[in-house]
């Protein structure tokens, strides 16, 4: 007796599943190429098929997910520019999955769980700059951003070349020429290194005497401390930037004096959190016209 031939099998294509992998594509593909007009109708059908639907009987974990899914895809699609990164990076991950050499798929997947390591930080509002002076043109950037007033740093001086290299040199320019255009509020404080500024010293030492004074004369409000001075305020010991009330720059260096890591934040909570610890460390820093008006500097 022979079997008879498995009838072919129809793809319900009204599945929650598979409707909102298909919807959310159509959705895609209609933000991109049609009229405003017309993606909102495909939207409501959409809406409207989804529902109808979902009304089919109970709804499985796998399926909640799809439709998680399915309104996050709405909701980014709302944004035109995201939506392009997002379709691009949908066609690299496209192009990746069709290659199936063993060792390929393995160094891919490295890669892109790095990726996605370094999204979700960006997604947490922060951006790493390693081994790299890139980051001073996102200093400038947010330096000459409309609705910046005021710029704090605090400048952690181990070394007698600090920011006065051709990079250091152009970043402290940009601070001259918006403080003297009055477009930017800028105040620095200096923590600068025992072996720079010796406990029976007036001054430091000549090269970095002259930075910070030089700052001074600009119209830079400026004071300045001895590293020792916080001994028993560690947390006080750091090199950033506050952009008002927008980003915190955090600056790791070298023994060179060269950047070896820049972290850029936009959280509240840790923008604040240096606005306090600047309060803290103004108390044991010295303003440099009052050091001015009891010690005279040497020519």
């Known amino acids: 007796m022979q079997n008879s031939p498995p009838e072919p099998r129809l793809v319900d294509w009204l599945e929650p599943r598979r409707l909102a992998i298909v919807g959310a594509t159509l959705l895609l593909l209609g933000f991109w190429l049609l009229p405003g007009n017309a993606v909102t109708v495909i939207v409501g059908l959409l809406v409207c098929v989804f ?8 709804i499985s974990v796998g399926d909640l997910s799809q439709q998680n899914t399915f309104e996050k895809l709405l909701r980014l699609a709302r944004d035109e520019e995201v939506s392009a990164c997002h379709l691009a990076i949908l066609d690299s991950h496209l192009a990746i999955s069709r290659n199936l050499d063993s060792i390929y798929r393995e160094i891919a997947l490295e890669h892109l769980d790095d990726l996605a390591r ?8 922060t951006f790493v700059f390693e081994g790299t002076e890139t980051w001073r043109i996102v200093y400038e950037r947010l330096l000459r951003s409309p609705g910046l007033h005021l710029y704090r740093s605090v400048a952690w001086v181990k070394n007698a070349n600090y920011w006065q290299d051709e990079p250091g040199r152009k970043s402290m320019a940009v601070n001259f020429e918006l403080n003297d255009a009055e477009q930017l509020n800028i105040e620095r404080i200096a923590i600068i290194a025992d072996d720079l500024w010796p406990a029976g010293e007036v001054w430091p030492v000549e090269s970095l005497r002259q930075w910070l004074h030089e700052q001074h004369a600009r119209g830079i409000w400026l004071k300045f401390v001895r ?3 916080l001994a028993n305020e560690a947390d006080l010991i750091a090199d950033i930037g506050i952009y008002g009330s927008r980003a915190l720059g955090t600056q790791e260096l070298d023994e060179q004096c060269r950047t070896s890591r820049f972290t850029l934040t936009f959280d509240f909570a840790q923008v604040s959190a240096a606005e306090e610890r600047w309060k803290r460390l103004a108390v044991y820093a010295e303003s440099w016209s009052g050091y001015l008006d009891r010690y005279e500097i040497p020519g």
């Open 118 to 125: 370094r999204a979700s930080a960006i997604a947490d509002g």
């Open 51 to 58: 529902a109808a639907t979902s009304s089919r009987g109970t």
């Open 227 to 229: 590293q020792s001075a």
